[in-house]
């Protein structure tokens, strides 16, 4: 791959590369896009930071989208020239039923040995892989994919509960908005936390999700039993994590004796109701301390725990590092 280099917050140009193929999926490409259109007028230099292109595979112009929405290719791919910064290659709706043709893997391929980087967005991962860019490489892909990555290309590091994973100068996203934490990445690399932060302001998303963050929240995850009851359960607790969710209140919310509910509550979800609120309460911890400056006192009560010291003792242990080093890494303010 090129190494061409980048000098952060200079007048250098980077051209950054988004190559479509049709049926794309409209978030994966637009998400991305706009998080470097938005950086570019927020950077406040003279020669906006980066120039934005969108290529078509082949000849033709126009690009249909997965959604409907057809979209008009700057360039044709097999005609572009020039070195790249950054390429960009989002999922399409046929990447997780058929293997990619294989001019889509040429074309990912030449581009590829013209960029400083090359990223892939959900499952645009596939796309990469298919052209032998991760072999040997950790990788991630959208949840649902993950497996079939795996399975498909065993040579291949499957991350398969992280937002986005950079190898080398290689780059892999989740699932569709995680394409947005990923642009934000890049442009904190390229231009510094601040024009990045003034990004996801101005987006209204997260400034920085933490790589190694599961894809899954505790309540998603959960919500997906097969007993409506318990469904109602998980819902419920989140919204009164400061209440009393003790084994024998939620027995009693589910009208179940105590012993029929702990069986199955553990059969549906997998974890005891203890640990599942454990986790719900520390998962509401972590979103505190991205999101506000509450006090650490002020937060343990909000999310339910008896003191500070036994927020912390959980807090640690399940995200292995203390709440006050997380704050610090991640939140927005």
Known sequence: MSK??????SAYQRRVVFLAFPRVMLLDLTGPWEVFALANRLAGHEIP???LELLGEDGATTIPSGGGIAMVAQRSAKNYRGAIDTLIVPATDLVWCEEPPSEYSGTVRGLAERSRR???ICGGAFFLAAAGLLDGKKATTHWSGTQDLAVR???IDVQADAIFVKDGDLYTSAGVTAGIDLALALVEEDLGQAVALECARQLVVFMRRPGGQSQFSTTLESQHTGRDTINELIAWAADNLSGD???QAMAERANMSLRNFSRVFHDEVGQTPAAFVEQLRVDAVRRHLEETDDSLQA??????FRSTDSM???FKRLVRVAPGAYRERFCRY
């Open 4 to 9: 061409a280099a980048t000098r952060r917050g």
């Open 49 to 51: 930071p980066y120039t």
């Open 118 to 120: 090359v990223v892939s």
């Open 153 to 155: 290309f065993p040579k």
């Open 245 to 247: 969710l003790s084994v």
């Open 299 to 304: 937060v343990s009560e909000i999310c339910g």
């Open 312 to 314: 912390r003792r959980s």
